[in-house]
């Protein structure tokens, strides 16, 4: 009886750990097409407007970080994808909050700067002379590899 309070008990415990660390996960999509990537220009806050990052946001309670993505995808650019592996490491932001990108393949839509100042298509040569936002400059590397 008591070991059946306690594994109750541990699996509730459990699910509020997935739910506590799933809020914290920012994702973002390396969306490739014939061998560039796609980066949005940031429009706020005003610290970080004019630069430039990976599309994407914060997952919300109760979503897979591949939902969110497909989510934050089809609101900043109006645009559909299939969410596929992880680029790249996780990289920590602020507030205990870790950026996730993972490769996205285009299946439907023109992607359109639908939130931010604008959208550009990268070549690899040009990836690293890019204003990235911080967490975005770390995974430059792993963004050159994949578009070679
Ligand atoms: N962030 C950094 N790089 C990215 C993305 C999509 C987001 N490629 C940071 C900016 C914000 C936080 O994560 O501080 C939440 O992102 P958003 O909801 O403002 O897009
Ligand atoms: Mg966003």
Known sequence: MALRVLEKRSALLARRCEELSAARIVVGAAIVRNGRLLA??????????????????RVEDGEKPEEALARECAEELGVSVVVGEQVG???????????RIHAAELVGGEPEALEHNAVRWLTADEVPGVDWLPADRVLVPALQALLT
């Open 89 to 99: 490491p996780d990289v920590p932001l602020k507030q205990d909050m870790i950026l």
């Open 40 to 57: 949005q220009q940031r429009a706020y806050p005003e610290s970080h407007a004019g630069q430039w990052e990976l599309p994407g946001g």
